[in-house]
């Protein structure tokens, strides 16, 4: 099935947010993701990731490096466990 831009997405028609899984409540939407410099859309994300990849700048770059931060930290935080 696809939605109204015509996206097929499994993961639009579930309510799913293709980045986190999570999956919305009733009152809560999915925003069409836009690629910045085609504005060909990419995909159906919800609102907590869509605003997250556009602090980033929309740099995939800089996704990956807070990425590795994230993960940098969780490690070290869990070596004493």
Not at 27 to 46: A, H, K, Q, V
């Given at each position: 099935m696809k939605n109204h831009n015509d996206i097929y997405?499994?993961?639009y028609e579930e309510g799913r947010c293709i980045i986190c899984n999570?999956?919305?409540?009733d009152d809560s939407r999915l925003t069409i993701?836009?690629?910045f410099d085609t504005d060909l859309p990419r995909g159906n994300i919800c609102d907590n990731c869509y605003?997250?990849?556009n602090h980033m700048?929309?740099?995939p770059e800089?996704?990956?490096r807070?990425?590795?931060y994230c993960e940098y930290w969780r490690?070290?935080?869990t070596l004493d466990d």
């Amino acid at each position: 099935m696809k939605n109204h831009n015509d996206i097929y997405d499994e993961d639009y028609e579930e309510g799913r947010c293709i980045i986190c899984n999570d999956m919305l409540e009733d009152d809560s939407r999915l925003t069409i993701d836009l690629d910045f410099d085609t504005d060909l859309p990419r995909g159906n994300i919800c609102d907590n990731c869509y605003i997250g990849i556009n602090h980033m700048k929309n740099s995939p770059e800089l996704l990956r490096r807070s990425s590795e931060y994230c993960e940098y930290w969780r490690d070290v935080n869990t070596l004493d466990d």
